[in-house]
């Protein structure tokens, strides 16, 4: 289905823009839906635009969520030690399973892609024991410490890369006497610079999207990120405001959106070869 | 082994030493410990007591669990064929050479960055009955079919209809297909065009060449995309539990296996039972997979192979 540049027939235009817009729909619910008063969200057929847009809608919101900037804080730190956490870990994993040679390595990496056919739901109940075995429910760390073990998603995308780096390099560092942990920090990992940040990303959108983590690890609600600020926020109003709920949800989506189309082509391309190895 | 070799082995094991913990302490421990909680009767604030198989017993006799199973497995045999064949259209209808097509692929893409917590309270609010914006483009249509037939056909409350609901988590989820678009669309551009430049010159249809070229050549890119949902259908939880506020639905409609598995573990502290699920979900995941890889072997055509 490649035809020639002259003829791309004109249907396959008037579906691609009937398409977009579809896809497109949503958002602009979302957003015109934030911006309306209250009366204007229950109309009947429904209003497409604001009469006129109410700014304070964002802050309302914010304020009915409780405290907002805590829970942005408390969603911006588990972000932030994730993505140090796996970007560090996974790397020196990933350099084990490709820059070295050792027994028994391809059974091990082979282990490390079935694992990825488990998921936390399966394994949530006895991690939950383990974590309240050593006292960690209700605090931070069965969010962010796990973390520090390495993804094996992101191990696996980070070796595709580091296969890919001629060998030959660090050969030439250890006839030198370079350390290996030398090699991998100074050598491959300056060089890996792309795929580092598309884990960084894809991590950053993890952490910042968990939901069912927070919602069983957490207990008060000073520690609540901003999903179950959100979530909370939907359960406890009756009458349902739905300017509200669309600002809020407005709000949390908007840091994902402006790191996306900040880092647009890192992020595409990091999509697209998962797909293809 | 030689001593080089031994060094080699020692080095590797301390470069991957942070998968290793992880994976006994995060993997291997909670598979074994769910055999043995789904064993007992267990609610992590005592001590596990064996009871045999009898949480098994009770999974056979218990409606609940079957209504979860039978959910589960609807989701995952209607959303990932459904999804699959528009993430396919809409990368092929993007592979043409069409102004635009990197602001297409965007806005095909952007709803799969949306948080969980947006998406369902979106999507709640989409899918409301009078009110949301999905009836309201479906009731022309409606109109216009009723006028025709004399039917007296309705807008469903999507949310609130036992026979509707599951449907409107379909349609969520396939707003949010684009990851698939991305990958299916790197897929078609490693395809060769002389490839379609032969099959062109032996006086093929566009419509065989997309059988007998695009669909073998990406058929391995098919395959993982499948693999991948499959794996992500059978744990979901977070969209249909917002989208219910919490709940499993009206009848029950969006409980799904990892819906009662949490509901078991953290409404009902009956973690054994919720280990008895664990397991069963565990199971269906490695049998729906197998049957995949097995199917895959068959079907799926590696090129220089």
């Keep these: 289905m490649k035809p020639t540049r002259s003829s791309v027939p004109w249907f396959t235009r008037v579906a691609l823009i009937l398409l977009g817009v579809l896809f497109l729909l949503p958002f602009f619910w979302m957003v015109s839906t934030s911006l309306k008063p209250l009366n204007e969200t229950m109309k009947l057929p429904p209003q497409w635009l604001p009469s006129s847009p109410q700014w304070n809608n964002y802050p309302d919101a914010m304020r009915a969520m409780g405290p907002f900037w805590l829970y942005a804080r408390n969603s911006l730190l588990l972000a932030f030690l994730n993505v140090i956490g796996t970007v560090f870990s996974s790397a020196l994993v990933a350099y084990g399973f490709s820059r070295l040679d050792w027994r028994g390595r391809d059974a091990c990496f082979f282990v490390l892609l079935a694992t990825m056919m488990i998921p936390f739901p399966v394994v949530m109940v006895p991690i939950y024991g383990l974590f309240k075995a050593v006292g960690w429910i209700g605090t931070f760390q069965p969010l962010w410490v796990p973390a520090f073990l390495a993804g094996a998603f992101n191990v696996f995308l980070l070796r595709q890369f580091f296969l890919s780096i001629p060998r030959d390099l660090s050969e030439a560092a250890r006839i030198d006497g370079c350390s290996e942990f030398r090699i991998f920090w100074q050598i491959i990992l300056p060089l890996a610079k792309p795929a580092l940040l598309t884990v960084a990303l894809f991590q950053f959108m993890a952490t910042w999207n968990d939901f069912l983590g927070p919602l069983i690890f957490l207990a008060r609600e000073n520690q609540y990120t901003l999903a179950l600020g959100l979530q909370a926020l939907q359960g406890t109003i009756s009458g349902t405001p739905w300017h509200h709920l669309m600002a809020a949800s407005t709000l949390v989506l908007l840091p994902v959106l402006v790191l996306f189309f900040l880092t647009q082509r890192t992020f595409i391309r990091g999509i697209a070869t998962t797909g293809l190895k | ?305």
């Excluded at chain 2, 959910?71 to 064949?85: C, K, Y």
């Design chain 2, 1 to 305: 082994m030689m001593p080089g070799e031994h060094r080699n082995l020692i080095k590797g094991l301390v470069f991957i030493s942070p998968w290793i913990v992880g994976f006994l302490a995060f993997n291997l421990y909670p598979l074994i410990a769910s055999i043995w909680f789904s064993l007992c009767d267990y609610s992590v604030l005592s001590q596990p007591v064996f009871l045999g198989v009898q949480n098994y017993v009770d999974l056979w006799h218990d409606p609940v669990f079957w209504k979860a199973l039978r959910n589960t497995v609807v989701f995952a045999l209607v959303a990932i064929p459904l999804s699959s064949f528009l993430s396919i259209g809409l990368a092929v209808l993007l592979n043409q050479p069409i102004a635009g097509q990197g602001i297409y692929r965007t806005i095909f893409f952007l709803p799969s960055l949306v948080p969980a917590i947006s998406l369902a309270i979106l999507w709640q609010w989409m899918l409301n009955g009078p009110m949301g914006l999905v009836n309201n483009l479906v009731r022309p249509f409606l109109n216009i079919i009723n006028a025709v037939c004399g039917s007296h056909l309705q807008a469903p409350d999507w949310l609130n209809d036992p026979n509707f609901a599951l449907g409107g988590l379909i349609l969520t989820g396939l707003w949010g297909t684009g990851q698939a678009v991305v990958i299916y669309l790197a897929g078609l551009q490693e395809i060769p065009l002389e490839l379609y430049e032969a099959a062109e010159l032996d006086g093929t249809s566009a419509w065989q060449r997309f059988l007998h070229v695009t669909l073998p050549m990406l058929s391995p890119v098919i395959f993982f995309n499948v693999l991948m949902s499959i794996i992500g259908a059978l744990q979901t939880f977070a969209v249909p539990y917002i989208l219910t506020g919490g709940g499993d639905g009206p009848g029950r409609s969006l409980l799904f296996l990892a819906t009662y598995i949490y509901q078991n573990a953290f409404d009902y502290w009956n973690m054994g039972y919720a280990s008895a699920l664990a397991l069963c979900l565990f199971v269906l995941i490695i049998a729906l997979s197998l049957v995949s890889v097995r199917y895959g072997e068959k079907k799926v055509h590696y090129s220089g192979r």
